[in-house]
């Protein structure tokens, strides 16, 4: 099967994993891409991130090929 299979990609939704930080989307300037260590495409908004940045998301849904995630604030971040 395809490697980017819909089904495959939707399974991954409501999972958090790891991204590297990639470029700017090509969609909106407001968010960047990045790949997992599937080598799943992610989308994220750019919220203080830079390319080069190894972040950990939750994959909040799919749009083609290429999955959507938010950035999962650190257990450091939480630490008063």
Same mark, same amino acid.
């Given at each position: 099967?395809? $490697?980017?299979? #819909?089904? !495959?990609?939707?399974? =991954?939704?409501?999972?958090?994993?790891?991204?590297?930080?990639?470029?700017?989307?090509?969609?909106?300037?407001?968010? =960047?891409?990045? !790949?997992?260590?599937?080598?799943?495409?992610?989308?994220? #908004?750019?919220?203080?991130?830079? #390319? /080069?940045?190894?972040? !950990?998301? !939750? &994959?909040? /849904?799919?749009? /083609? $090929?290429? &999955?959507? /995630?938010?950035?999962?604030?650190?257990? $450091?971040?939480?630490? $008063?």
């Amino acid at each position: 099967f395809k $490697a980017n299979n #819909p089904i !495959r990609l939707d399974s =991954y939704i409501g999972q958090e994993t790891d991204i590297l930080i990639e470029a700017i989307s090509k969609r909106s300037d407001d968010h =960047y891409t990045g !790949r997992s260590s599937q080598n799943n495409l992610v989308t994220v #908004p750019k919220d203080g991130l830079n #390319p /080069g940045d190894m972040v !950990r998301v !939750r &994959l909040t /849904g799919r749009r /083609g $090929a290429t &999955l959507t /995630g938010i950035p999962v604030p650190s257990c $450091a971040a939480n630490v $008063a």
